[in-house]
């Protein structure tokens, strides 16, 4: 059985502070994916990232960037200099690579409220 | 990126009424889409699993008589909310999984829709 947990429920920053969301899975697949998705108040999940299990590589896209840590099955999500458009709902993903089951698990999302 | 396109954003109904609900995507062929159901401030819910070409997986304790999943083509699934009740008021977004060497293997939603029955 697989499973995402983001411990943080609700983050409250003011501007131009960095915020790292946690995001911490299990999985016995030994391939998968992890994402991250962005949901603002309008109601629509953006696509932020995609990473293979099999790719540590950290990534950095502007002001987002991502460590990824199989050692510790953590997957987490850092803003830095954060604005007041980043304030949404932020949910961590994940679903296995092979086996035939596409069916993701998602975080109950971390709520990120950045301050002016 | 890919996209994926629902359409009503937000519908009302009346009780007793059936509504539907379309998930398109846009730029890429999708024999998979899910339908997500989410409530206030809650994550998301799996309603179901939409195969192209064949009958839709439910997840346990969704009803499939009552919210109807049809993936006829490649690029469109349905879900059509039977017999709507006020408690089914709800936001639902669809999903689709992507296809290519580009895209592929990634989940893009939909922008979502407000279903209030009245």
């Known amino acids: 059985a697989q499973k995402v947990t983001q411990a943080q429920t609700e983050i409250s920053v003011v501007e131009k502070e960095d915020v790292t969301l946690d995001c911490v899975y299990e999985?016995?697949?030994?391939?998968?994916?992890l994402f991250w998705y962005k949901q603002p108040p309008s109601g629509e999940l953006v696509f932020l990232i995609r990473?293979?299990?099999?790719?540590?590589q950290n990534e950095i896209s502007g002001r987002y960037s991502w460590n990824f840590q199989k050692s510790t099955s953590s997957f987490n999500f850092t803003i830095t200099a954060s604005q007041v458009v980043d304030s949404a709902v932020y949910f961590c993903?994940?679903?296995?690579?092979?086996?035939?089951?596409?069916?993701?698990?998602f975080g109950r999302g971390t709520s990120l409220i950045v301050h002016p | 990126g890919a996209v994926v396109s629902q359409h009503p954003s937000r519908v009302i109904c009346k009780s007793g009424t059936s509504v539907k609900i379309e998930c398109r995507s846009l730029?890429?062929?999708?024999?998979?889409m899910f339908w997500y159901r989410q409530f206030p401030k809650k994550s998301l819910m799996l309603m179901a699993t939409?195969?192209?070409?064949?009958?839709?997986?439910?997840e346990q304790g969704v009803e499939k008589d009552k919210f109807l999943i049809n993936h006829a083509s490649l690029t469109l699934s349905t879900l059509t909310v039977t017999s709507a009740h006020p408690e089914d008021s709800s936001f639902y977004i669809c999903?689709?999984?992507?296809?290519?060497?580009?895209?592929?293997?990634?989940?893009?939603f939909g922008e979502g829709s407000w279903l209030t029955v009245v």
């Open positions: 999903s689709a999984l992507g296809s290519g060497q580009v895209e592929g293997n990634t989940i893009y």
């Open positions: 999985t016995r697949d030994t391939t998968y994916y």
């Open positions: 990473r293979n299990s099999f790719d540590e």
């Open positions: 993903a994940l679903r296995p690579a092979s086996g035939g089951s596409y069916i993701p698990t």
């Open positions: 730029d890429f062929q999708a024999t998979t």
């Open positions: 939409s195969n192209e070409g064949s009958k839709a997986t439910y």
